[in-house]
């Protein structure tokens, strides 16, 4: 018995120890702190492997972060429903103060506190944009102010280090954030417009798609497919969201086998994935038509989406009954297509 109380006094110690300021050899040390009691834990993701971390005797959120071959990573933290990318290096002790449980404005201090305080920077003055999105008109007028944002925190991080992987880093958070709050809500505003009273609204006239190929052979057109009503899904062969799809879609086809519908799926992904697309539609066993775009993205503005999948119904006239229909998932695709059939 005396063995296993040193036994589990030893550990509790190497526990502790973990989040001593020193890191082990070849490793890098993130300790986290914060007085928000309401923060019981923190999932980090290292490459692919995500991690629970947990508050410590000490209050803390303390992780040992081992290198294989580069001398620098990057850990993505979740929490809250807040994102935040740290910044690690091999031999490096980084510290990082939350103030209640938003992760995305922390600081830090000890090492690398220039490399992440970076960061927080760009969060908080993307804080200040809301009124700035609101004047912006464009998406293209969005995309520029995107480019020029990430474009200044490019250099400012070039200043900092010159460790490629934090510049790519540094590109990459500053842009997902960027695009977060200036081009989305912008895209979002737009399509809203087009979809309430512009040239989506319920009436409009469908936008067409072209000479795109079929799976059971040769080309078709939506003039081709006039006279029904089409159930279109904007999709991508490489898409997890749109594979969960897949189950409620029969169950749609089977309710209205014999009424005036037809699902059409157009697949945007890249010529590369053609053969995926194949192997795709065969597996999945779908009725309906089954459309390769070759990645024409300009049927995605048309359609004013940047997500898959994308449901449109379209009438038997070809003018757009919603270009934003609920997906197979929600129950009210069927309260939409049952007053209709």
């Given at each position: 018995?005396k ?7 030893l ?24 007085e928000?009691s309401s ?9 692919r ?20 071959k ?15 990318f ?6 490096k ?5 939350v ?21 927080t ?10 009124d ?14 995107v ?7 490019e ?16 590109k ?16 979002d ?42 159930l ?18 029969k ?11 037809t ?54 006239q ?11 998932t ?6 939409l ?5």
């Amino acid at each position: 018995m005396k063995t296993l109380q040193q036994i589990t006094l030893l550990f509790a110690i190497l526990m502790l120890a973990s989040c001593d300021k020193t890191p082990p050899k070849d490793c890098a040390l993130l300790t986290i702190k914060t007085e928000d009691s309401s923060l019981k834990e923190i999932r980090a993701r290292i490459g692919r492997k995500v991690k629970v971390l947990k508050r410590d005797s000490n209050g803390e959120f303390c992780d040992t972060i081992h290198f294989k071959k580069q001398n620098s990573d990057q850990v993505l933290l979740f929490a809250n429903k807040t994102i935040r990318f740290v910044y690690i290096e091999k031999n490096k002790s980084v510290v990082m103060n939350v103030t209640g449980d938003n992760l995305s404005l922390a600081t830090f201090d000890k090492d690398l506190a220039k490399e992440n305080n970076l960061f927080t920077e760009v969060d908080k003055e993307l804080n200040q944009y809301k009124d700035k999105v609101e004047m912006i008109e464009t998406i293209e007028e969005a995309k520029e102010e995107v480019d020029k944002f990430v474009k200044e925190y490019e250099s400012k991080g070039t200043l900092i280090s010159k460790d490629p992987i934090y510049k790519r880093v540094v590109k990459m958070t500053v842009g997902n954030n960027a695009a977060i709050t200036i081009l989305f809500p912008v895209q979002d505003r737009i399509r809203h417009q087009r979809l309430t009273v512009g040239d989506l609204s319920k009436g409009k006239p469908a936008p067409k798609f072209v000479n795109y190929e079929n799976y059971s052979g040769g080309k078709i057109s939506m003039e081709d497919l006039k006279g029904k009503y089409l159930l279109v899904e904007i999709s991508s062969s490489n898409c997890g969201a749109c594979r969960k799809q897949v189950a409620p879609l029969k169950e749609i086809e089977k309710r209205y086998k014999d009424k005036n519908i037809t699902y059409v799926n157009i697949d945007l992904a890249q010529k590369r994935h053609h053969d995926r697309w194949m192997k795709r539609v065969k597996k999945e066993k779908l009725s309906g038509v089954h459309l390769f775009a070759n990645g024409d993205d300009e049927l995605m503005k048309a359609y004013a989406t940047n997500s898959f999948p994308t449901f449109i119904l379209i009438d038997p006239q070809g003018n757009i009954v919603t270009a934003n229909a609920p997906k197979p998932t929600n129950p009210k695709l069927i309260e939409l297509l049952d007053p209709l059939l």
